[in-house]
């Protein structure tokens, strides 16, 4: 089945640093990837869509200039969170549609701003 | 309103009992429907689709009524390793979806 690869799994970063994580559909090609976040004990929260080749779509309330998206080819997109601060941690989630049904998501990765 | 709605919980069930939860949609174009599972601290994982037939998957009942707009998701036969957060996923048109908030079950020996 179709697999997302999410780097790095977990992360502890000092506030006022940037933090990359990575996404790659390994055995399909993803032209439109998910960004989520949770917190704990809350629902994974739709951040962002990247769309391959173009610039992504960024829900309500979360911040472009914050949270940049790129999503250079059909196998990766990255999510880069920028001048990290403590409440930017939470549990990030990435997840591209496969090619049966539903979704699949990276493991997710967990940040820790100190 | 809220695109889909789903009751938290938390439910606290014993082993071998049978739980049913459901999940509650407002847009009527919306076109697939999922139930994923998440374990503590995991990513989510795709439990089943529902179709609007009815799926069943070992113990796992999936149920759609378009008309009441809800999903439910029945498990039988609880089992400690069912414990964890069911998540219920509406897809209403090309990449435009929607996750409930969970609903966590814990089994109980």
């Known amino acids: 089945g179709a697999v997302v690869s999410q780097h790095p799994s977990r992360v502890i970063c000092k506030s006022g640093t940037s933090v990359k994580i990575e996404c790659r559909s390994l055995d399909f090609q993803a032209t439109t990837m998910f960004w989520y976040r949770q917190f704990p004990k809350q629902s994974l929260m739709l951040m962002a869509t990247?769309?391959?080749?173009?610039?992504?779509?960024?829900e309500q309330g979360v911040e472009k200039d914050k949270f940049l998206i790129n999503h250079a080819s059909l196998t990766l997109s990255t999510l880069t969170v920028t001048s990290a601060h403590p409440e930017d941690s939470s549990f990030y989630i990435c997840?591209?549609?496969?090619?049966?049904?539903?979704?699949?998501f990276g493991s997710g990765t967990r940040l820790t701003v100190v | 309103r809220k695109e889909v709605e789903q009751d938290p919980g938390p439910f606290n069930v014993p082993e071998g009992a049978t739980v049913a939860f459901n999940c509650t949609y407002s847009n009527s174009a919306s076109q697939s429907f999922f139930w994923y599972r998440q374990d503590c601290r995991k990513e989510p994982k795709l439990l089943m689709s529902v179709y609007s037939s009815g799926n069943e998957d070992g113990r796992f009942t999936a149920q759609l009524n378009r008309a009441s707009q809800y999903i439910s998701l029945l498990i039988r036969d609880s089992k400690l390793s069912d414990s964890a957060t069911y998540l219920c996923?509406?897809?209403?048109?090309?990449?435009?979806?929607?996750f409930g908030t969970g609903t966590s079950l814990t089994v109980i020996p």
């Open positions: 997840s591209a549609l496969g090619t049966g049904d539903g979704y699949t």
């Open positions: 996923v509406v897809r209403i048109t090309g990449n435009q979806f929607y």
């Open positions: 990247s769309n391959e080749g173009s610039k992504a779509t960024y």
